[in-house]
């Protein structure tokens, strides 16, 4: 199994790298370069910036310009002041999307380089009133959110896989250790113990149940007993 794992975080390492090593030419763009670029360039530029994937599907998409790494669709607009009714449609494409679908959370996500105050609006109304989350993002709230993911300091992969391999050693320590324990007398004894104790207070628990149920009834045969002579109801 260590073998396995190794050989899985190998491959992860390397995609990763890879993923390292193409990102610095995707991302170094300014908020006009984005404007100018070609409408699917565009879109890839935004499904890769939040680790999400293109549609395939570049005409007749239904709306779903790609998804997020969640499987959450998304609509990008490259353009300014994304209103009221598109965000109304791609609602639409969002209900569409779900339809069927067990999940009773339907969540979009919607992407432009501006949006008027009635997007948010329609977009808080929808979260409301018809359980449809659409979040609405700028393309400037995507390049800041990466440059603070990029000055993170973080660990490397090779660190994380040496940090992972520990772990997993540790767990199969602490395993033989715990199996170790058991096969000790003493704590087989102490198990036994302890479960005789649970089952004992179960009966106590149980005797005192039917003890309330006998109680119960005295005081309803006790109080119809008193009614029936004068003696005003039974107090406690």
């Not at 007749?60 to 490259?78: L, N």
């Not at 033989?176 to 198990?191: D, H, I």
């Not at 004992?200 to 309803?220: A, C, D, G, P, W």
């Amino acid at each position: 199994m260590a073998r396995r794992l190794q050989w899985s975080l190998g491959r992860w390492i390397e995609d990763l790298n890879d993923l390292k090593a193409n990102s610095p030419e995707i991302i170094a763009k300014t908020i006009e370069d984005l404007k100018n670029l070609r409408p699917w360039d565009f879109q890839d530029w935004v499904c890769q910036i939040i680790d999400g994937r293109p549609n395939e599907k570049k005409v007749r998409d239904g709306g779903i310009d790609g998804y997020t790494f969640e499987g959450i669709p998304i609509q990008v607009k490259q353009q300014e002041g994304v209103g009221r009714p598109e965000v109304e449609r791609f609602e639409t494409v969002v209900r569409k999307h779900y339809y069927g679908q067990l999940r009773k959370d339907k969540k979009g996500l919607m992407i432009a380089f501006s949006f008027t105050s009635e997007a948010y609006d329609e977009a808080s109304r929808a979260k409301i009133e018809d359980d449809i989350d659409i979040e609405l993002k700028t393309v400037r709230e995507l390049l800041e959110e990466y440059e603070r993911n990029r000055h993170v300091e973080s660990k490397t992969p090779q660190e994380i896989f040496k940090e992972v391999e520990e772990a997993y050693k540790e767990g199969i320590r602490l395993i033989k250790r715990k199996e170790e324990e058991l096969k000790s007398p003493e704590k087989l004894m102490e198990l036994i113990r302890k479960k005789e104790e649970l089952q004992e207070i179960r009966r106590k628990e149980e005797k005192l149940k039917e003890l309330k149920e006998v109680l119960k009834e005295l005081k309803r045969e006790f109080g119809s007993f008193r009614t029936v002579y004068g003696l005003g109801p039974f107090m406690v």
